[in-house]
């Protein structure tokens, strides 16, 4: 090899790894899915010209990003959930497949681009997510509002549901979001409290709970929701109590799924809950008071969103006319 093409090849960069905090761990098999989980790989001439769209706008989305098993459903129903804030978290949860490392660049024009996407594909709902964004001052807060004011803009008659990160040590982070009126305000739990060590060490669990409570502090009348994964080691019990821990944050919305395990070095599963034990769950929530309930072993937060939003604002309705 002479000189110049030794230089060349040490110029060329090293892939970077999307998950290097788990490089190092033992990988635990896949369990082989039972028929329940099963989904067909996506064909629809509608979900490559969602994807087409994605690329040409420079957008991500979370469908793609976190492997979501649902995409070719929902993509060949141009339904996408955008995924704000770059591509790179700076958290490392151990379920979640979006990469994990340094930030990128925040993008000053991404606001109107998502804008642009909703309004393109004619969205009567819209689901903005974002990864963590630890390194900025308010966690991506008033990204987010930009945002929902381009939206408002751009597609006025669109309904509009945030899934934001936990905003952890971010004074004034929840308030900027809220005041930018999203029509629900979503975050996860994602699992019981025990597990948080192991499957959102990043994460506390009463500081996610507190930002649920606080947004129906700051405005009543907006939607709040938050949703769980099981498979990972969780027991009935807990989760039950999980939701009246939610309940007791007023949380109007809860959705349930089970967990896939991305990659071999992700968190193992635990088990597959069965869809009888779901419909249990579901029964359960709705016994507790939540006016809107999703359950089933491909249930996701953003999963038939558009629908689960009519219904949830006809039980407020009917809710309203009872108390009269």
Partial sequence: MSGSESGMTEAIEKPRLRHPEKAN????????????????????????ETRALMRTLDLRTVCEEAACPNIGECWAKRHATMMILGAVCTRACAFCNVATGLPDRLDPHEPERVAEAVARMGLAHVVITSVDRDDLDDGGAEHFARVIR??????PGATIEVLTPDFLRKPGAIETVVAARPDVYNHNLET??????????????????????RVKEIDPTMFTKSGLMVGLGEGREEVLQVMDDLRAAEVDFLTVGQYLQP??????????????????????ARAKGFLLVSASPLTRSSYHAGEDFAALREARRHLIEDAR
């Fill in 25 to 48: 761990r033992p990988a635990s098999p896949h369990k082989p899915k039972p028929p329940w989980i099963r989904v067909r790989a996506p064909t629809s001439p509608v979900y490559h």
């Fill in 150 to 155: 381009a939206i408002r803009a751009a597609a």
């Fill in 192 to 213: 019981v409290p025990r597990l948080y060590p192991s499957v959102r060490p990043g994460a506390r669990y009463f500081v996610s709970l507190q930002l649920l409570a």
């Fill in 263 to 284: 990659t071999p070095k992700h968190h193992p599963i635990d088990r597959f809950w069965t869809p009888d034990e779901f419909a249990g769950l579901a029964a359960a």
